[in-house]
C-alpha cells in the first residue's frame, strides 16, 4: 500500500474585528440543548451504523497531529484524506496513519487509490496561497485573523486545495477550519458525499468568520439535514452532523 502526500502552494490578511455579542444557544440548529455533551470521534460509528453508511473514505479538514486517526479506523474507512496546513505536524500525522491504520487491515480503496493520504495545504473555494495565522494554541490556528483574547505568535504562507480536487474515493467529510468553514464548503463537491460533521461556534471566533447559523443555513439550502450535535466542553463549540439529501434518515 502506498502513501501519497500532496502541496499546494498564496495570500490575504483578515483585519480584525469586534467580537459580536453571542447568540443565544436555543437558536442554533447544532446548540448543546439540541445535542450532548461528547467527542465526535467517539459517537461517529454508532452513528454510520444507525444511518446504514458505507465507510468507503473519509476527508478530514485540520486533522492536526492525527489525534483522530485510530477512531477513523476503528469505523472502518477504506481511505484517509489527511488536510492539515501546518507543516509543524506532519511527522506527527504520518506516524498516526501507519500505526493505527495501515495495520488495520482494511480493504484498498477502489480505483487504485492511495489508502492514506496527507494534504499538506488547507482547504478553501480555489487553489492557491493564504497566509495561516498561528496561536499560542495551535489547534486554533485559521486562515482568518483570530479575535481577541487568542493571539497570533506566528504567520506562515501556505498552499490552498478545494476539498473536490482531493475527496475521490471518500464518501464522509470531517470540517475543523476554525471559522473558514464556509470555504471549505464552498470548495467541496457535496454531491459526491454522503455525511459532513462540522465544528462550530455559537458566535465568530475569527474575523468574518463562520458560526453554526451559517454554516446550517448553507447546509439546508444544499438539502442537507441535521442528524446529530454533540457539544463540547466549550458549550459555544459544537461539532454537528449532517446527512446527505440522498440519503433517508433512519
Sequence with gaps: MRDQAR????????????????????????????????????????????????????????????????????????????MEPNADHTAALRRQLHLHHAGAGLAEPADGLPPREIVQAAAGRERGQLVLHVTEYDQQASLLMPLLPMAVVRQDTIGVVPVREVQAGCNVLVVDAQGAELEVLAGTDLSRLELAVIEGSTWARYAGGATLDSIGVYMRAHGWRQVAAWAHLRPHVVDVAWLAPTRPVR
Design 7 to 82: 502541496a499546494a502552494t498564496a495570500p490575504v490578511d483578515q483585519p480584525p474585528a469586534a467580537r459580536p455579542e453571542p447568540h443565544r444557544p436555543d437558536q442554533l440548529s447544532g446548540s448543546p440543548e439540541n445535542g450532548i455533551i461528547a467527542r465526535w470521534e467517539e459517537q461517529l460509528p454508532g452513528l454510520i451504523n444507525r444511518l446504514g453508511l458505507a465507510t468507503e473514505g473519509v476527508v478530514q479538514v485540520g486533522a492536526h497531529v492525527g489525534q483522530e486517526v485510530q477512531a477513523l479506523s476503528r469505523c472502518g474507512f477504506r481511505r484517509l484524506v489527511m
